[in-house]
T-cell receptor
Framework: ETGVTQTPRHLVMGMTNKKSLKCEQH?????MYWYKQSAKKPLELMFV???????ENNSVPSRFSPECPNSSHLFLHLHTLQPEDSALYLC???????????????FGNGTRLTVT | AQSVSQHNHHVILSEAASLELGCNYS??????LFWYVQYPGQHLQLLLK??????LVKGIKGFEAEFIKSKFSFNLRKPSVQWSDTAEYFC????????????FGSGTRLSIRP
């Protein structure tokens, strides 16, 4: 049990579909993250939210749309994706202390996305 | 922009061998450094971290890492590996001025022969 729950675990979608990934953290953290993990590539930071406000958008295409309604929930809305978007999407959370470092990231198990 | 390089993509060792995984980063300012581990079928979890102070940091399961500022390196070491150390290891860095932007390397897969 990681304290960070992601659903669904697996998702297969066509290029014209609209779907959403969900992340929920039970750790009382105030920062949440989306990362993309592709084979043989570094984890790519996509978005960061601190206290529900987006603080990082790492040049992510607009077909990925994040939503953070509160500090415990984070969504990633997907539409008109491409096959190269197939990857493992990881959610993480941490405690933003407001200083020069946050607490370490706590990761969920990820959603394995396949775009056909 | 920050970046992290892990030069070894796949390392294969026998049990009881010593381990050193390389990690180099590029950033000129103050950094925080991390090693994360992902065991087969499990989520990524923190192995150890460096924020300040003693550049030799100790983590869980007998792992340690040394921050060498002049070399921009944060190599992971373990004197004697076990079969249960089979996993993927990720080095990560964030600039102290941008604490939430944590950048990861591409990972090193470690396979231990029993």
């Amino acid at each position: 049990e990681t304290g960070v729950t992601q659903t669904p675990r697996h998702l297969v979608m066509g290029m014209t579909n609209k779907k959403s990934l969900k992340c929920e953290q039970h750790l009382g953290h105030n920062a949440m993250y989306w990362y993309k993990q592709s084979a043989k590539k570094p984890l790519e930071l996509m978005f960061v939210y601190n206290f529900k406000e987006q603080t990082e958008n790492n040049s992510v295409p607009s077909r990925f749309s994040p939503e953070c309604p509160n500090s415990s929930h984070l969504f990633l809305h997907l539409h008109t994706l491409q096959p190269e978007d197939s990857a493992l999407y990881l959610c993480a959370s941490s405690q933003d202390s407001g200083s020069s470092y946050n607490s370490p990231l706590h990761f969920g198990n990820g959603t394995r996305l396949t775009v056909t | 922009a920050q970046s992290v390089s892990q030069h070894n993509h796949h390392v294969i060792l026998s049990e009881a061998a010593s381990l050193e995984l390389g990690c180099n980063y590029s950033y000129g300012g103050t950094v925080n450094l991390f090693w994360y581990v992902q065991y087969p079928g499990q989520h990524l979890q923190l192995l150890l971290k460096y924020f300040s102070g003693d550049p030799l940091v100790k983590g869980i399961k007998g792992f340690e890492a040394e921050f060498i500022k002049s070399k921009f390196s944060f190599n992971l070491r373990k004197p004697s590996v076990q079969w249960s150390d089979t996993a993927e290891y990720f080095c990560a860095v964030n600039a102290a001025s941008s604490a939430s932007k944590i950048i990861f390397g591409s990972g090193t897969r470690l396979s231990i022969r029993p």
